[in-house]
């Protein structure tokens, strides 16, 4: 499997970005996907799940409300939609095939960086 993320870039605290990820080697709509991320110095977190058909989706408290997971299965590809961003969001983000089979599949990530 190969896990393409983009989109990241550097914003002031209350703006946004849009972060895709594009998957290649694996029956994607079969598969539910997850966005991580990873701060400097800390483990990686989950920050939210999306089921195959993008009807059910889970996010971290820390983002609830302010993220937004889809999916568009045409194109194989996952995207997190983040508003009001807060500098503690400041990471490399990591999209992830939620399938034990795949648990070692990251991808390169991508950066996110909130800082006025």
């Known amino acids: 499997v190969q896990l393409q993320a983009s989109g990241g870039g550097s914003v002031q605290p209350g703006g946004s970005l849009r972060l895709s990820c594009a998957a290649s080697?694996?029956?994607?709509?079969?598969?539910?996907m997850g966005w991580y991320r990873q701060a400097p110095g800390k483990q990686r977190e989950l920050v939210a799940t999306?089921?195959?058909?993008?009807?059910?989706?889970n996010y971290a408290d820390s983002v609830k409300g302010r993220f937004t997971i889809s999916r568009d299965n045409a194109k194989d590809t996952v995207y997190l939609q983040m508003d009001s961003l807060k500098p503690e969001d400041t990471a490399v983000y990591y999209c992830h095939v939620e399938r034990t089979y795949y648990s070692n599949n990251w991808g390169q990530g991508t950066q996110v960086t909130v800082s006025s």
């Open positions: 999306i089921n195959s058909v993008g009807r059910t989706t």
């Open positions: 080697g694996i029956f994607f709509s079969l598969n539910d």
